[in-house]
């Protein structure tokens, strides 16, 4: 009977609350009883509906009544717990010149610290800081940076193209007659034709972003980084304003103790072509893995901007000149802060990233 199952679950109570001796042992209790969801005095009350009319109204009568002695029993239960905890609490000294504790507190990522600084820099040079879909078509990623379809970093093995239903996905280049498969973009080089199209000549900009390769991993190679394209389209530009430009960046960034060399290197999308390399941070460029025991670490590759390029931008050649370069965020922080192995900033290692 209904009635004798109220009698046993008050004396379960009664014997539960004698072997209590703490407050959390007190809320578990009061959980298994009076949860409103599975509380198993709770869930006896509900089956009050169940009996005969006539029946109702003295069980309801009963249950009220264990409802009530129980709730008054963990009253007094609490009540006792409590004044214990606050009796063994004023046996406690507190000592005010003790340290507090530190709070832990989120902060920006070292990379987007870098990449704040480096867009402040270049916007007090009068360079303005635009953004491209990462998601790109072979147009824009290849073919308009005057990057062949032959060209090796149009191969599989280099290039993270997008399929769906096992086929490749085809984007129509606006104004274009051709489909271009999509990629993910491998360089942030893919804003250069967008930005001259949009905003013309003269023109001053970068591009920081994500960018994705599909290589191997290293100490020096992730395949997903990220990257600062720089551009710069005007009348008369020459290398010598390259290099201006490159001497300011390191210097705001690195400091003035960093050497750098410029070599010739051959870009797709550049003529002529050069690399500009640091002075190896990490071992004072005496040779380490991470500059391959050269003393020197590639920073970023860099030239005139090809005239094929200011074409697929609508801008004329024959009127314009301009430079264009591309350097590795983690490149700049890892000389910056030391750090020898590329891999550690996409690690999630709260042990790297709380240093920064």
């Keep these: 009977m209904l009635q004798e199952k109220f009698n046993k679950i008050k004396q379960e109570i009664i014997d539960e609350l004698k072997r209590t001796k703490t407050l959390e042992q007190l809320e578990d209790l009061n959980n298994k009883y009076f949860s409103r969801a599975s509380g198993e005095l709770t869930k006896l009350v509900k089956e009050i509906k169940n009996l005969a009319e006539e029946e109702r109204p003295r069980i309801g009568k009963i249950a009220n009544e264990v409802k009530k002695e129980a709730e008054e029993l963990f009253a007094q239960v609490r009540s006792t717990l409590g004044d214990k905890v606050q009796g063994e609490n004023k046996d406690k000294v507190f000592d005010p010149t003790l340290p507090g504790k530190k709070q832990a507190i989120g902060k920006l990522h070292v990379l987007t610290q870098i990449r704040r600084?480096?867009?402040?820099?270049?916007?007090?040079?009068?360079?303005?800081?635009?953004?491209?879909?990462?998601?790109?078509?072979?147009?824009?990623?290849?073919?308009?940076?005057?990057?062949?379809?032959?060209?090796?970093?149009?191969?599989?093995?280099?290039?993270?193209?997008?399929?769906?239903?096992?086929?490749?996905?085809?984007?129509?280049?606006?104004?274009?007659?051709?489909?271009?498969?999509?990629?993910?973009?491998?360089?942030?080089?893919?804003?250069?034709?967008?930005?001259?199209?949009?905003?013309?000549?003269?023109?001053?900009?970068?591009?920081?972003?994500?960018?994705?390769?599909?290589?191997?991993?290293?100490?020096?190679?992730?395949?997903?980084?990220?990257?600062?394209?720089?551009?710069?389209?005007?009348?008369?530009?020459?290398?010598?304003?390259?290099?201006?430009?490159?001497?300011?960046?390191?210097?705001?960034?690195?400091?003035?103790d960093f050497k750098t060399r410029i070599r010739p290197g051959f870009f797709p999308f550049v003529e002529?072509?050069?690399?500009?390399?640091?002075?190896?941070?990490?071992?004072?460029?005496?040779?380490?893995?991470?500059?391959?025991?050269?003393?020197?670490?590639?920073?970023?590759?860099?030239?005139?901007?090809?005239?094929?390029?200011?074409?697929?931008?609508?801008?004329?050649?024959?009127?314009?000149?301009?430079?264009?370069?591309?350097?590795?965020?983690?490149?700049?922080?890892?000389?910056?802060?030391?750090i020898n192995d590329i891999r550690l900033f996409e690690s999630g290692d709260l042990r790297f990233l709380g240093q920064f």
């Excluded at 670490?297 to 314009?320: I, R, S, W």
């Excluded at 965020?329 to 000389?335: D, F, I, S, V, Y």
């Design 117 to 256: 600084e480096v867009e402040e820099v270049f916007l007090s040079m009068g360079f303005m800081v635009v953004d491209g879909p990462e998601l790109e078509s072979e147009w824009y990623n290849f073919e308009a940076v005057n990057v062949p379809s032959w060209h090796p970093a149009r191969d599989m093995q280099d290039t993270f193209y997008i399929k769906a239903n096992g086929k490749r996905q085809m984007a129509k280049v606006e104004g274009g007659e051709e489909n271009y498969k999509l990629v993910m973009r491998t360089h942030t080089s893919n804003v250069q034709v967008r930005a001259m199209e949009k905003y013309g000549a003269p023109i001053r900009c970068i591009v920081p972003g994500r960018v994705f390769r599909n290589e191997a991993t290293d100490a020096r190679h992730e395949h997903t980084f990220h990257q600062v394209e720089g551009l710069m389209v005007d009348k008369d530009i020459s290398i010598a304003n390259f290099k201006a430009v490159m001497d300011a960046i390191i210097k705001a960034i690195l400091g003035p």
């Design 272 to 338: 002529p072509g050069f690399e500009v390399d640091l002075s190896c941070a990490l071992c004072q460029a005496k040779g380490c893995r991470v500059c391959k025991n050269t003393g020197w670490v590639e920073f970023c590759g860099a030239g005139m901007v090809h005239p094929n390029v200011l074409k697929a931008g609508g801008v004329d050649p024959t009127k314009y000149s301009g430079f264009a370069f591309g350097f590795g965020l983690e490149r700049l922080a890892m000389m910056r802060y030391g």
